[in-house]
């Protein structure tokens, strides 16, 4: 479900920020936690795929996780946010398919992830592959820092959410896949429920 003008509105909600989508790179969700988990669910691939995240990680991904069946390895940050050596690291070791972290906002911590960190991590990421999960579902703010979304497109899927940022009954999130995946995104999300409920597609939009 959900309206084309469900989609421009959220691409024109984006536009305080740098993260730019086409309408049609947009998949909408119940909110934040859905998000996360129709991002993983587009793409995490075989039997026991492999997760990077940061030690300190929202229980919600755990769970995501635990029903696709997939492991979490986890990363240490410093005082600039992960580690990009400990994530080669861990690359190297256990192939994962998937990074996923809060670059504007960490939760619990509140750290910020700076720019030079966030351009390493991109070519970490680059070099084996490896797609980000950028979840921003407290994001409401324009940022001095360039997104992981801008800095490396062609593999940030970028999660929002209108029910952390807004308000808790308004049961909307938003999945931004690089440019070209945002049918796929949409495709999981038919697979799953068939699409948010057009009631509340319409009160986000106006």
Not at 54 to 71: C, I, K, Q, S, T
Not at 115 to 130: E, G, H, M, N
Not at 153 to 172: C, E, F, H, N, Q
Request: hydrophobic fraction near 45%; charge should be negative; glycine fraction near 6%.
């Amino acid at each position: 479900a959900g309206g084309h003008s469900t989609f421009e509105a959220i691409a024109q909600w984006l536009s305080y920020t740098d993260v730019q989508p086409a309408p049609d790179d947009i998949a909408i969700t119940y909110g934040a936690q859905n998000a996360m988990l129709i991002a993983l669910q587009t793409l995490l691939v075989g039997p026991s795929p492999v997760i990077v995240a940061d030690e300190l990680v929202f229980p919600g991904l755990r769970h995501a996780a635990n029903m696709l069946r997939a492991v979490i390895v986890s990363v240490e940050r410093d005082d600039e946010a992960i580690i990009p050596e400990q994530l080669e690291q861990i690359c190297r070791k256990h192939g994962p398919q998937v990074l996923v972290s809060s670059f504007a906002v960490h939760s619990p911590t509140t750290q910020i992830t700076t720019l030079q960190r966030r351009i390493t991590l991109s070519r970490v990421a680059a070099k084996y592959d490896l797609k980000i999960i950028d979840d921003d579902a407290f994001g409401i703010f324009s940022s001095d820092v360039p997104s992981m979304y801008s800095i490396a497109p062609d593999r940030v899927w970028y999660i929002g959410a209108m029910s952390k940022s807004v308000s808790t009954g308004l049961r909307i999130g938003y999945l931004v896949t690089p440019p070209g995946f945002g049918a796929e995104a949409r495709a999981t999300v038919l697979s799953n429920c068939y699409g948010v409920s057009q009631i509340i597609c319409d009160l986000a939009t106006e």
